[in-house]
C-alpha cells in the first residue's frame, strides 16, 4: 500500500463552451477497471445524442491500468490528452469522461487537445483534489491524571486527535502516519514516563483537501 497518493475529492461535472461547442467533463473516483468502464457507460446512456462522449482513466496504485478513448474523434485528439492531465496531476482511481456537443465550429487537431486537455483540468479543479495518507489509528490508555497533559501535547503536535475514550482509565486515539510509529510511539512513552499502555489499532486512510 501507497504511504500516501492524490485522487479526485469527489464526484461532479463541469461544463465549459469553445466555439459554441459544449465540452462537459463528468470525473468519479473509481477503484476498478470495472466501476470506470460502467461510469464511462453511464455517461455514454444519459448522453446519448452527444457528438462524442471521450474517457480516460488510471487506477492502481503504480497506475497499472490506463486507458483512453476519443470515441470518434480524430485519433490522439482527445482520449491522450485527457489521460495526460490525470497523470501530470499525478491522480490516481480516477475516470474521466468528457461530453461534446458539436457547435458547428470544427476546431482542428490542437484546437480539440487543448479544448479536451481544458475541460478535464477544469472539471477536476471544480470537483477537488485530496491527498490520501496511510495512517494506523494509535490509543494511550493512562490514568486521568495525565489526560490534560497528554490532550494538550496531541492537539499541538501534527498527530491528528481521532477520539477520546472516557471509561475507568482513559484512551487518547490518534491519527499517526505509517512510516512515524516508531517515533511517536518513543514520543508519547517520554511524555507519560513510560506510565501509559501504547497499543497499535487500524490502518486507514486520510483525506487532505489540496
Known sequence: MLDSYYTVKT????EIVINKSRFIAHVKRVTTEEE???????IKKEHWNATHNCSAYMIGENDDIQKANDDG???????????????????KDTCVVVTRYFGGIKLGAGGLIRAYGSAVTEGINAVGVVERKRMKVMSITVDYTWLGKIENELRQSRYLLKHIDYEDYVSLHSYVPVA?????????????????????QDETYL????
Not at 483525506?207 to 489540496?210: A, G, K, R, S, V
Open 73 to 91: 474523434e480524430p485519433n490522439g485528439t482527445a482520449g491522450v490528452p485527457m489521460l495526460e492531465v490525470l497523470k501530470k496531476r499525478q491522480l
Open 207 to 210: 483525506e487532505t483537501d489540496m
Open 36 to 42: 470506470a468502464q460502467a461510469f464511462v457507460q453511464s
Open 11 to 14: 464526484s461532479g461535472t463541469h
Open 180 to 200: 512515524e510509529v516508531d517515533h511517536y510511539t518513543e514520543w508519547i512513552t517520554n511524555i507519560t514516563n513510560g506510565q501509559g499502555q501504547i497499543k497499535e
